[in-house]
């Protein structure tokens, strides 16, 4: 019975050897977000761009000129951080994104830079909507063609990353 159990022992310990050994690393991990977030946005779905920003994300903060553009100048998002706030986002985006006309809107992003310490991953990458989505462009607002982002990680076995803030970005027509 013993040596039953020191082989389980030693077989679930290389099985989580192995597992961590094959865990992605930052970049890939970085590069996945922004890459489910093209797939997001090419299939027009709303839910999956507001489920890549973690919990602490600050939609109105990061967006908050956008998505007043959205509502016709309305101020409707309910308190900073809040589910309210989630659910809002998510119709107006929907919104935007369902209007027909074009092609859905493409994100091209190039990651440069990757720095993971502490639970987090900073990167910096180039950010862009692919020329012509109904006009519209991303513009760092601090200048420069690069955007810094912030991600916190989730997960221990599996990790994922969520965007958790990034510099101000706009959209301009």
């Known amino acids: 019975m013993r040596s039953l159990l020191l082989v ?15 865990r992605p690393g930052d970049r890939a991990m970085v590069e ?7 797939s997001a946005l090419r299939s027009r779905d709303a839910a999956g761009v507001v489920e890549l ?15 007043r553009g959205l509502s016709g100048g309305v101020e409707v998002l309910g308190p900073d951080r809040s589910a309210v706030q989630r659910v809002q986002v998510r119709a107006l985006l929907q919104g935007a994104l369902a209007r027909p006309g074009g092609e859905p809107p493409r994100l091209h992003v190039e990651v440069l830079e990757v720095d993971g310490a502490e639970g987090r991953v900073r990167a910096r990458v180039l950010l862009r909507l692919a020329s ?20 916190t990680r989730h997960g221990w076995l599996f990790p994922a990353l ?4 990034h510099d101000p970005v706009v959209v301009r027509r």
């Not at 969520?162 to 803030?165: E, G, H, T």
């Open 8 to 22: 389980v022992a030693v077989l679930a310990a290389v099985a989580l050897a192995v597992v961590l050994a094959l």
């Open 32 to 38: 996945t977000v922004f890459a489910e977030l093209d």
């Open 53 to 67: 920003a973690g919990p602490d994300y600050d939609f109105a903060g990061h967006w908050g000129e956008t998505l």
């Open 132 to 151: 012509g989505w109904r006009g519209l462009t991303l513009v760092p607002s601090r200048g420069g063609e690069t955007v810094g982002f912030e991600f």
């Open 162 to 165: 969520r965007v958790a803030r």
